[in-house]
């Protein structure tokens, strides 16, 4: 079945990098998302990639896919304070609509 | 361009009354999804709409229902509340299902 598993906290200080990790079990997974949603409010949609990419760079975000170990990643560059907020990967299987599978989110607080 | 409207965004009922939220895609976007988000079981999928048919359902009970009008615009509604069912209502929306998906703030639904 489809299941989707990110590490609950990730604790980093203004100007490193952040990389927040996800990893997957359904194969044939065409897209994953990654969304950012901050206290009160909606997801908002950060970037995605489909499955027969391996890298997508859109400005201070990075996002790996190793298909092999199902693992993907999100690097935030120079993160910010900005960049506090819980982060969730999502993966739309093949042959499961336009359903999308979330995982449990990765809470980023930047430290001063 | 305008993005996902939900309305109402907070709502407080009772248990046994029902409810409809109100979801307005972004203009031009035909697939509209509905999801549920709480502390404890993360983000479910509820429904999907596309030009006015359901085309994917969760695993959620009879009591919770959507539809779709003409010009693309959602409802969902739940009957007969119950304390469990109080949540972060949130709709998404896309172009087809193929695309990223833009989601809404949400409707937060406290029963009690």
């Known amino acids: 079945g489809e299941d989707v598993e990110q590490s609950l906290f990730l604790s980093v200080r203004e100007g490193d990098s952040s990389v927040i990790n996800c990893t997957y079990t359904?194969?044939?997974?065409?897209?994953l998302y990654w969304y950012k949603q901050e206290p009160g409010a909606g997801l908002q949609l950060l970037t995605y990639i489909f499955s027969n990419m391996d890298m997508k760079q859109d400005q201070r975000l990075t996002v790996l896919l190793n298909k092999k170990d199902k693992h993907l990643s999100l690097r935030i560059a120079d993160t910010q304070t900005g960049d506090s907020a819980i982060y969730f990967c999502?993966?739309?299987?093949?042959?499961?609509?336009?359903?999308?599978?979330f995982g449990t989110g990765t809470q980023l607080k930047v430290e001063l | 361009k305008a993005g996902v409207t939900q309305t109402p965004r907070y709502l407080i009922k009772t248990r046994g009354q029902q409810v409809t939220l109100s979801c307005s895609p972004i203009?031009?976007?035909?697939?509209v999804s509905w999801y549920q988000q709480t502390p404890g079981q993360g983000l479910q999928f509820l429904f999907e709409y596309f030009s006015e048919t359901q085309r994917n359902k969760g695993n959620f009970p009879g009591r919770f229902s959507g539809r779709q009008f003409s010009n693309s615009r959602s409802e969902m509604n739940v009957s007969t509340l119950e304390l469990g069912d109080s949540a972060l209502y949130l709709c998404?929306?896309?172009?087809?299902?193929?695309?990223?998906?833009?989601f809404g703030s949400g409707t937060r639904l406290t029963v009690v």
């Open positions: 998404a929306s896309s172009l087809d299902g193929t695309d990223g998906y833009t």
């Open positions: 359904d194969s044939s997974s065409t897209y």
């Open positions: 203009s031009g976007h035909r697939s």
């Open positions: 999502a993966e739309r299987p093949t042959g499961g609509g336009n359903k999308l599978t």
